[in-house]
């Protein structure tokens, strides 16, 4: 992507009000609202604002928050996460590694198995839809 699309004069130009509202200032989107909460397509979800590839369709599943939940990201080093003490609660902050962007959250009430059986982390990586963009699997 180009450097230019990455500056704030850019991404601002680029995204959507709300886009960049959650992405560059920590906001979230309502829950049941976003393009990927009921999303069950197979593919790769990105960052929306550098294309950084985040999390796979694979470990995607449905939390009842109205939010995209995965059990993990596509490899440990594709989020970055920090203590995020806002809101009055102590949570994790997700953030994409390559741009700095704010995603969402992490939290430790995810599913230990996925429906299919395989195993899970218990995580819950609750990520906005406006901080996605999707890549169907061809």
């Known amino acids: 992507m180009n450097e230019n699309n990455l500056s704030e004069e850019g991404l601002r130009k680029r995204l959507t009000p709300e886009a960049y509202q959650v992405l560059r200032e920590k906001g979230t989107e309502a829950p049941f609202t976003g393009k990927y909460y009921?999303?069950?397509?197979?593919?790769?979800?990105?960052?929306?604002?550098?294309?950084?590839?985040?999390?796979?369709?694979?470990?995607?599943?449905?939390?009842?928050?109205g939010w995209p939940s995965f059990t993990d990201p596509i490899t440990k080093e594709r989020v970055a996460t920090k203590p995020d003490m806002g809101e009055g609660a102590e949570?994790?902050?997700?953030?994409?590694?390559?741009?700095?962007?704010?995603?969402?959250?992490?939290?430790?009430?995810?599913?230990?198995?996925?429906?299919?059986?395989?195993?899970a982390s218990g995580k819950r990586y609750c990520i906005n839809s406006c901080a996605l963009s999707f890549e169907e699997e061809k």
Not at 38 to 64: I, M, N, P, R
Not at 93 to 99: A, F, Q
């Open 91 to 119: 949570r994790t902050e997700v953030i994409c590694p390559h741009c700095g962007s704010h995603l969402g959250h992490v939290f430790e009430d995810g599913p230990t198995a996925m429906p299919d059986g395989k195993p």
């Open 38 to 65: 009921a999303t069950k397509d197979k593919g790769v979800y990105h960052c929306a604002a550098c294309g950084f590839d985040l999390f796979s369709s694979d470990q995607k599943y449905d939390s009842g928050t």
